[in-house]
């Protein structure tokens, strides 16, 4: 939260991020994600299973506790309508993207098909395939959490 | 408005064809893979009967001159936007000046012999007789009645149905495009046709009905016709498919007058070597039909390129209706999936 530059949290300046780390920390709730048309932000309290090195910083409240917001290193990308996931054109042998390799933002990484309809996963992101959080063939829920983008350059 | 920038062979306008004057002697045209022209159509938001582009498999290349969206079906070749490559079956928005490629270098994985190019509002060409295929043989319909040149420039119709234009909301998702499972997949062949039982080589099974003289050849050449891999020759076209395999030989000449032909019915010449009527051919011949490929397989057909086998299975009329009725479900659900789709937020 502490680069203003990134594209991913350029919408809401530090000060709106803190506003809503201060409120998630007088609650019981575990974790918030807020997305807008081309980021995707998930503030989690520390025991969240996302490993401590994807936030960048961290915010010690006043309370206890602490917790942290983005500028993501790791964007969890997750489905935007409910479908089968799936790595690969149906017509293809291998991935849309391998994990390790470079995606542009934009990219299609991945496809939830419903009946017969293929829609895009994008990466929001300039990265790296970091992998995928759910199978290939998965049915997946609104909002699944479906793979991995690391942030910069291989 | 598109304009054509090079294209290595008959590269057409196509809709569902000329269906009512074959008793007049005007052959069908249309496109020959019917079911990727109407899922192309879908994609973009058009009825599925709207015209588009028949491109065969070979470089081709058209500049988009306005912002349009367009969408590619048929044979999975390499598709570039731009620098850009989409995926099979596939519809998202170009934007004026763009330019799109089709096959050349890297179409190493091509699958398919014809490629469809529909774009939003369809192929504004005259109707002539109630479509606006191009009529090779008559040289009329299409774009001037001829296969499209360098420098040819399309125009495009209005779209039936305004509300099936993407909307500008120019979200990454959006921009993405979308696609559908294409019917090499959703209406694959191992409901009728068993490929481990089949010879180490790729053959694309097709159903066949007994034709008129089938009976007319011996039981044994008649197995032969089931049993054989068929190879398409290299003179096969829209016309017609010419096969090469075992002489299909009668014993005592059959003659027949001529008589109404339709795409997929296959004839015997003598010389034993069937023919198959395409979507050129014209609408009467004379020689022996052995059997004709049912209407929802001729798709198969035309995504089988010169070179490659067929093989012939066996079906009966209630079969033939049963496959049509698949192959319309399957538009169906695409057709109401594809109106969701485009109404959802995403």
Known sequence: MSDSTSPLTSDLDDSSWRQVADWLSGTDIEFAEISGPE???RMSRETSYLPKQTFDTSVRTPQQG???AARVRKVVVTAALAGIFLDRHPLRSSPLVKSGASVRQGEIVGLLRL?????????????VMAGNLVISGALVGFGTELLEIRAGER | MIEVLSTGALSTVQDMGRTSYRRFGVGTAGAMDQLALAIGNLLVGNSPDAAGIEVPVLAFQVRFLVDIDFAITGADCAIDLDGKTLLPWWQCRAKAGQVLTLGGDGCGFAAGARSYLLIAGGVD???VLGSRSTQMRGRFGGHLGRALVE???LKTGALSDPSQRLDSKGSQTSIAGFGIVPPVVALDASSFFDASAAESVPVTPVRVIPAAEYGAFDAAVAREFWEANWKITAQSDR????????ALNLTTSLETRSHGVVPGVIQVPPGGQPIIQMRDAQPSGGYPKIGTVIEADL?????SPAGSRIRFVAA???????????ASEYLNKARHLISLYRSMNV
């Open chain 2, 299 to 303: 798709w198969r057909l035309a995504q």
């Open chain 2, 151 to 153: 420098g040819d420039q």
């Open chain 2, 316 to 326: 009966t009329y209630s079969q033939g209706l049963a496959a049509s009725r698949m």
């Open chain 2, 239 to 246: 016309y017609g498919y010419r096969l090469a395999g075992p």
């Open chain 1, 66 to 68: 602490s917790l942290v």
């Open chain 1, 39 to 41: 980021w995707h932000v």
């Open chain 1, 115 to 127: 009946g017969s309809v293929l829609a895009p996963v994008i990466s929001p992101i300039d990265g």
């Open chain 2, 125 to 127: 060409v005259p109707e």
